[in-house]
């Protein structure tokens, strides 16, 4: 079981810049790849990015590549999402979740577990 805690959302003009961290529990943080997904009013949720267990590969959504980078510190049980020239449509709710999948994971399907969700909102 992994428990998920996301934080570092907030209010932010548009081309600002955010920190988003996930805090997992337990032992067996580097046992999953994690996703950043983001969920948008009246939309389904979306991949934003992704990282394998080791940190050495990433992915990312093509509405994000080249702005957000996400990142992970294995010994502090720790994934970031950091978020720069950000703007209004990037407004949604921000969770982290982990897979045990090694294959590349993109939809929220083959994630099993989810943080609560943080908001962004970026204002124009």
């Known amino acids: 079981q992994v428990q998920l805690v996301e934080s570092g959302g907030g209010l932010v003009q548009a081309g600002g810049s955010l920190r988003l961290s996930c805090a997992a529990s337990?032992?067996?943080?580097?046992?999953?790849?994690m996703g950043w997904f983001r969920q948008a009013p009246g939309k389904k949720r979306e991949f934003v990015a992704r990282?394998?267990?080791?940190?050495?590969?990433?992915y990312y959504a093509d509405s994000v590549k080249g702005r957000f980078t996400i990142s992970r510190d294995n010994a502090k049980n720790t994934v970031y999402l950091q978020m720069n020239s950000l703007n209004p449509e990037d407004t949604a709710v921000y969770y982290c979740?982990?897979?045990?999948?090694?294959?590349?994971?993109?939809?929220?399907?083959?994630?099993?577990?989810w943080g609560q969700g943080t908001q962004v909102t970026v204002s124009s």
């Open positions: 990282i394998s267990r080791s940190g050495s590969y990433t």
């Open positions: 337990g032992r067996t943080f580097s046992s999953y790849a």
């Open positions: 979740a982990a897979t045990p999948l090694v294959a590349l994971s993109t939809t929220p399907e083959q994630y099993h577990y």
